[in-house]
């Protein structure tokens, strides 16, 4: 069985940084796009960030030059590095990972629980 577990919400105040960290556990062949999602109060999940697994990023435009999305395949783990943090980056982040399984099945997309961020003004 597949798990996402996130780490590393946490309070800050505005300007400030924090690193957010992913692990995949359980039994699986690999892992295709890891990204980071947000849910702020009141509004949509939205997409922060993502990577595929030959390294190519993307972001949202509001977190560009701000945040770095980053893997380490060999720990199967992603990290989001948020820096220059504004109160608007407040909300739930979780962790999506499409995730190809054994004997070729897939991928499916695993979530994780969701790390609270809130960012003081």
């Known amino acids: 069985q597949v798990q996402l577990v996130e780490s590393g919400g946490g309070l800050v105040q505005a300007g400030g940084s924090l690193r957010l960290s992913c692990v995949a556990g359980g039994s699986f062949f690999s892992i295709n796009v890891m990204a980071w999602y947000r849910q702020r109060p009141g509004k949509q999940r939205e997409l922060v960030a993502a990577?595929?697994?030959?390294?190519?990023?993307s972001y949202q435009d509001s977190v560009k030059g701000r945040f770095t999305i980053s893997r380490d395949n060999a720990k199967n783990t992603v990290y989001l590095q948020m820096n220059s943090l504004k109160p608007e980056d407040t909300g739930v982040y979780y962790c999506n990972g499409a995730i190809t399984l054994n004997q070729g099945r897939g991928p499916f997309l695993y979530w994780g629980q969701g790390t609270q961020v809130t960012v003081s003004s």
């Open positions: 990577i595929t697994s030959g390294g190519t990023l």
